[in-house]
């Protein structure tokens, strides 16, 4: 039996699910959901699984990620990202001023945001790649932290506030220029697929809204459901919205 599940992923070959919990990572046969194998990581707090290049990466809104080889027993590497700097689990230190944590899906970006900053990092290395300050455009209340696809951009995503409304601003990926602002939304723009062009967001009574980044405006509506959306995907081929 699985505990909570936080995140499901198919391996590239579609013969193995895995599944996240807080302290473990689940392969299932998808088959007939027969178990594989099973990692544990007794610290939890694990919230986000990416697969890419033949890794897998798990990590925490606390800061912590970590890398493990898609096939084979091998120790994952441990990293923790601070704003400070990124090091390794040798350190002696934990990860600290991490509000929400994103790792990109081939594994070789991850974005980090606390203390007012949303710092972007490559992974393999734990080079900082871009710092940008967040206080002055959005204040401490960010929601969500999404990267596009194929990694080229980055969503930070708001609350309204009592001083403005509910914002998605898109960064550049790698340099961390900011591209595109969107505002005066009604609500948070939470959950969020970012491919292209566009943002698809959920709304109120579980609708979704496709998004024009440039201009702001709503290319597609689907009307809602009535139920809250957990989650929102897009078919690789862009034919497809599973809610």
Not at 25 to 43: I, S
Not at 49 to 75: C, K, M, N, Y
């Amino acid at each position: 039996d699985l505990a909570e599940v936080r995140a499901l992923e198919f391996t590239p070959d579609g013969r193995t699910v895995l599944a996240l919990e807080s302290r473990a990572l689940v392969f299932l046969r998808a088959a007939d959901g027969a178990l594989v194998r099973r990692f544990d990581w007794p610290e939890g707090g694990l919230e986000r699984l990416s697969l890419g290049g033949g890794q897998i990466l798990l990590a925490s809104p606390a800061g912590t990620v970590l890398r493990l080889a898609l096939a084979g027993d091998e120790p994952p590497r441990v990293l923790h990202l601070r704003h400070a700097t990124f090091a390794g689990a040798d350190d002696g230190g934990g990860p600290s001023g991490i509000d929400l944590t994103a790792v990109s899906a081939s594994g070789a970006r991850a974005a980090t945001v606390g203390d007012g900053e949303l710092v972007l990092w490559e992974t393999e290395s734990g080079t900082e790649l871009a710092r940008v300050a967040l206080l002055a455009f959005t204040g401490l209340a960010v929601r969500g932290l999404t990267f596009s696809d194929d990694g080229a951009r980055l969503a930070v995503t708001f609350p309204p506030l009592d001083t403005r409304p509910a914002g998605l601003w898109v960064f550049d990926g790698a340099s961390g220029r900011r591209l595109h602002a969107l505002e005066n939304l009604e609500t948070t723009p939470d959950p969020l697929v970012l491919r292209g062009e566009s943002a698809w967001i959920g709304g109120p009574h579980g609708a979704v809204r496709e998004l024009d980044l440039a201009s702001g405006r709503a290319r597609s509506v689907w009307p809602g459901s009535g139920r809250l959306l957990d989650g929102v995907r897009l078919a690789p081929d862009g034919d497809e919205l599973y809610l």
